[in-house]
């Protein structure tokens, strides 16, 4: 069996290759200690197999706990949360602490190894736990500044936005559809339910309308209404199963959930999937802090536990929402007198986010909905499969153009835009059983090759580059800019990048300076 061949010779060259290294490694120590005597060839040799198999079981298990702490924070998370279990279940303070000193127990165990066993001479335990902590740390040091560095530089946002532009094309719009069993009656009913079918617009959001957010649902409103619809009899309904996968990018970890950046992904979005909070003190001091809700909801409740102090007091408002609940939890405090300060906090289940304020805005138009408001994920879809063929499509709307989607998402690095644009591109090749974020990072792969970018200087694990694995090498993006630069698409390409000082990411960077724009 070659198989069986192979992993014979992998591990006598892995026993070789270490022992070899140990070899090398002690040879360096006894010219630290100043040891000439060694315990020669062949008792040297099992000295050296000892130490790898120590070695070995322990990078193993360091490796191993390390893992079990990333993939507890970011694939087990979406699974879990998508069942309803709280975030204590996925990694809790406790636990993920428990988590933290064990990986770095056992990575101070490797080098106190090292630095006990490897001479040739008797070290004391103190020394070598001095120097096993001191190496510790600084690999630890290190580890940290090389992933700051790495993840600075990160526009992947850069990569969605091309893709987009290539295979959809600047002119490309999103629609959004509305399906019924039959179109209204004469007196305005519509029988039955209506159904919200989204493909991910996600330009229904004030960001889109000068900052208004009355104005975010009104073409899909104005076109319910110009249907004749004055009643929905049955339930309203939201569709979100035209992206298949769970509402995370991959890798996502459960820390940055509750920040605008990290908001839930939906083939239904509205605002952004996230409320817009803006703080003010109180009149007097010891009082809660007053804040007001952007777009006005009842979606999220708010427990409110921040207090108003002195003037030149702490400025500080910290927000916490429980992973898939709509509780939201408010501390901190801000001094009299002061003003602007503003948050945002993302909502859980977007399409049921959706529906409500939908609800709400057709309510001001005097439509009315009779039933209960549901929603359908990919999930569902599968298990009871709806053809909308047979159904009427009353009313629709279709996005701003993709030209103007991608400068919304790219000068301001939107990661929730970056995504939906990625599984947008997914959906159109997608094959059966196929996550639409696989299929739009395959697409991506094919576009680089097609653009130039050397193969493996690239590593996306979903459209934003959220993802702490997401890595750009700067010739990658250069080729990625060369070839968008000639492109049919260039000037739309050109149109959505920041212009440094003026607006975007750049918008505070280079200022004073000739690259100023």
């Avoid at 070899?20 to 005597?37: A, I, Y």
């Avoid at 835009?417 to 959906?427: M, R, S, T």
């Avoid at 070839?483 to 003026?502: C, E, Q, S």
Wanted: net charge positive; proline share 4%.
């Amino acid at each position: 069996d070659w198989s069986s061949d192979v992993c014979s010779s992998d591990l006598i060259a892995f026993v070789w290759f270490s022992t070899r290294f140990f070899g090398s490694l002690r040879t360096v120590f006894n010219r630290v200690f100043n040891v000439e005597k060694g315990h020669g060839l062949f008792i040297g040799k099992l000295y050296d197999i000892w130490y790898t198999v120590s070695a070995t079981a322990l990078v193993v298990a360091w490796i191993g706990s390390a893992a079990y702490f990333t993939i507890a924070r970011t694939h087990g998370l979406a699974f879990l949360a998508r069942l309803g279990a709280p975030e204590q279940v996925v990694m809790g303070p406790v636990l993920a602490f428990g988590t933290r000193l064990v990986t770095f127990f056992l990575l101070i165990s490797i080098f106190f190894t090292l630095y006990k066993s490897l001479p040739y001479r008797r070290v004391r335990w103190q020394q070598a736990l001095a120097g096993a902590l001191t190496s510790g740390v600084l690999f630890e040091v290190a580890r940290w500044a090389f992933t700051w560095v790495v993840h600075r530089f990160n526009p992947a946002t850069l990569y969605t936005g091309a893709l987009a532009l290539d295979r959809l094309g600047p002119s490309f719009r999103i629609r959004t559809s509305c399906y019924a069993a039959a179109m209204p009656g004469a007196d305005g009913a519509l029988a039955g339910d209506l159904t919200i079918y989204g493909r991910g617009d996600f330009s229904m959001a004030a960001r889109f309308n000068a900052g208004d957010y009355t104005k975010s649902l009104e073409p899909l409103v104005s076109a319910l209404a110009a249907a004749g619809v004055k009643r929905i009899t049955g339930d309203l309904v939201g569709d979100e199963s035209f992206f298949r996968g769970p509402p995370f990018g991959s890798a996502w970890t459960w820390d940055d959930l509750n920040y605008y950046y990290g908001a839930e992904v939906s083939a239904l979005t509205h605002e952004d999937n996230v409320v817009d909070l803006a703080f003010q003190p109180a009149a007097a001091l010891g009082q809660p802090v007053t804040f007001t809700a952007k777009p006005a909801t009842q979606f999220l409740q708010f427990i409110n536990r921040t207090t108003t102090v002195t003037n030149g007091g702490k400025r500080s408002i910290e927000l916490y929402r429980p992973l898939a609940q709509s509780t939201v939890y408010l501390h901190g405090s801000l001094p009299l007198g002061d003003r602007d300060l503003s948050d945002s906090i993302t909502v859980p289940r977007p399409a049921l986010w959706f529906l409500t304020q939908l609800r709400d805005a057709l309510a001001k138009r005097g439509i009315t909905v009779t039933g209960q408001l549901r929603t359908r994920d990919w999930l569902a879809a599968e298990a009871a499969p709806v053809d909308y063929g047979k159904q009427v499509e009353i009313a629709f709307t279709d996005s701003r153009p993709m030209s103007e989607l991608v400068e919304k998402m790219m000068k301001p690095s939107q990661n929730l835009y970056a995504q939906l644009l990625l599984l947008q591109v997914g959906a159109r090749t997608a094959k059966p059983g196929q996550t639409t974020e696989d299929a739009g990072l395959a697409e991506m792969q094919k576009f680089l090759a097609e653009a130039g970018v050397k193969r493996g200087s690239v590593l996306l694990e979903e459209g934003s580059g959220l993802s702490r694995g997401c890595l750009l090498m700067p010739e990658a993006t250069v080729q990625l800019l060369r070839h968008m630069d000639k492109h049919p698409a260039a000037a739309a390409y050109r149109a959505a990048l920041p212009i440094a000082g003026v607006d975007g990411t750049l918008k505070a960077r280079f200022a004073g300076t000739s690259d100023r724009k």
